[in-house]
Every structure is written in C-alpha cells, then in structure tokens.
C-alpha cells in the first residue's frame, strides 16, 4: 500500500555524510535500482547522487516497500551513513526497519 509522509525534516543531500547523525532525515528523489545478483546480496536503490540503500531480502516485509517501487519518487532516509567500499564519495545506509525510510510518492 503507498502512502504519504508528511516530512517535517527535510535535508539538503548535501549535508549527508559519514559523520551525520543517525536521528537526521536525508531526502533525495531514487534514482535507480540494482537487484541482487545472487541470493546472498542485498537490493540496492540509488538516492540521488551520493546514498546507496541497501536492503535485505529478510527486511522488505519489515520495510513495508518494494525497493523497486522507490524509483521516480522521493526517499527520505534516517540512520547512519557509512562509507561505500566500492564507489568513492558514496555512502551507503543499510535500511532494516520501516521508521527509517519515508517515501513521498509523486502523483
């Protein structure tokens, strides 16, 4: 089911970092999706230009969202950013709960 969050906390993408607080909201439009290549790997939806979210198989019923859905919309993240092993100047946010992730669907 898709709803609307009211986001009273919008971030700029700008101001995510590895250093940012896990209680702030960062919100960017999803950009694309990669399915996981084998059983062992997580989904992960590209946030803007800079987040990476990385959702396991195991979390989506927790999440409430199909990953592949976040594409086209507005992803509003809260939890602590950690540097991409793979890309330089990405962060990646392992989502696992649904109060971490809002999503503003466009109409």
Not at 39 to 51: D, L, R, S
Not at 73 to 100: A, H
Request: some cysteine; hydrophobic content about 35%.
């Amino acid at each position: 089911m898709k709803t609307l969050f009211k986001i009273i906390a919008y971030l700029s993408l700008g101001s995510m970092g590895t250093s940012a607080l896990a209680d702030e909201w960062t919100c960017a439009t999803a950009e694309s999706y990669i399915p996981p290549a084998t059983v062992n790997h997580p989904h992960i939806v590209q946030v803007g230009e800079k987040i990476d979210v990385v959702i396991w198989s195991s979390d989506i019923s927790k999440i409430e969202f199909n990953p592949w859905d976040l594409v086209k919309n507005t992803v509003c993240l809260k939890g602590e950013g950690k540097p991409s092993p793979y890309q330089r100047g990405k962060t990646r946010i392992v989502v696992r709960e649904k109060d971490q992730i809002k999503v503003i669907y466009k109409q």
